[in-house]
T-cell receptor
Framework: NAGVTQTPKFRVLKTGQSMTLLCAQDMNHEYMYWYRQDPGMGLRLIHYSVGEGTTAKGEVPDGYNVSRLKKQNFLLGLESAAPSQTSVYFC???????????FGPGTRLTVL | AQSVTQPDIHITVSEGASLELRCNYSYGATPYLFWYVQSPGQGLQLLLKYFSGDTLVQGIKGFEAEFKRSQSSFNLRKPSVHWSDAAEYFCAVGANDYKLSFGAGTTVTVRA
């Protein structure tokens, strides 16, 4: 099993460009999440999904959109990138019931 | 609102010495509590979790944590640190195992 994978690993964008980050999991998890990690701030939840076809806002959703068309995939979109979105983005997935979240390796995004 | 405080930004410990990382949380009821470890350039790996039962929980890699409701704490401990334990450690709290709030993290340096 690959676990949670993220594509791409690195990306550099110019201000105003758009892009989509892909997260895939092969553990049949119901729940999936997108976080951003910034120095000294830990991880902050951007959006999450509790099942195929559902999404919900997390702590810092502005400037991002998500889609969960298939159970195994969770996409994070930036429609018009801003320098403030320079960060490391992590995807995670889990079952319900307190077993904890499984994280992907991260995507390092730089917006110039 | 739920929140987590990790008072120590950086801890340096000698190899073979004991380690304790502090975590204080704010939450109204009995929370779900987690400790994660992040090695450089990697995603987060779950060390251990608590949501009910015995307040002393054992995790992977020889770590344990104790839930103290009266002190709103969930401190992580390891009796004897190995050089491979050098990493960043995150405490997280939530009403369930999604919509977690993460602390800012504690970086552990292990000296020979």
């Amino acid at each position: 099993n690959a676990g949670v994978t993220q594509t791409p690993k690195f990306r550099v964008l110019k201000t105003g460009q758009s892009m989509t980050l892909l997260c895939a999991q092969d553990m049949n998890h119901e729940y999936m999440y997108w976080y951003r990690q910034d120095p000294g701030m830990g991880l902050r939840l951007i959006h999450y999904s509790v099942g195929e076809g559902t999404t919900a806002k997390g702590e810092v959703p502005d400037g991002y959109n998500v889609s969960r068309l298939k159970k195994q995939n969770f996409l994070l979109g930036l429609e018009s990138a801003a320098p403030s979105q320079t960060s490391v983005y992590f995807c995670a997935s889990s079952y319900s019931g307190g077993v904890g979240q499984f994280f992907g390796p991260g995507t390092r995004l730089t917006v110039l | 609102a739920q929140s987590v405080t990790q008072p120590d930004i950086h801890i340096t410990v000698s190899e073979g010495a004991s380690l304790e990382l502090r975590c204080n949380y704010s939450y109204g009821a009995t929370p779900y509590l987690f400790w994660y470890v992040q090695s450089p350039g990697q995603g987060l790996q779950l060390l251990l979790k608590y949501f009910s039962g015995d307040t002393l929980v054992q995790g992977i890699k020889g770590f344990e944590a104790e839930f103290k409701r009266s002190q709103s704490s969930f401190n992580l401990r390891k009796p004897s640190v190995h050089w491979s334990d050098a990493a960043e450690y995150f405490c997280a709290v939530g009403a369930n195992d999604y919509k977690l709030s993460f602390g800012a993290g504690t970086t552990v340096t292990v000296r020979a």
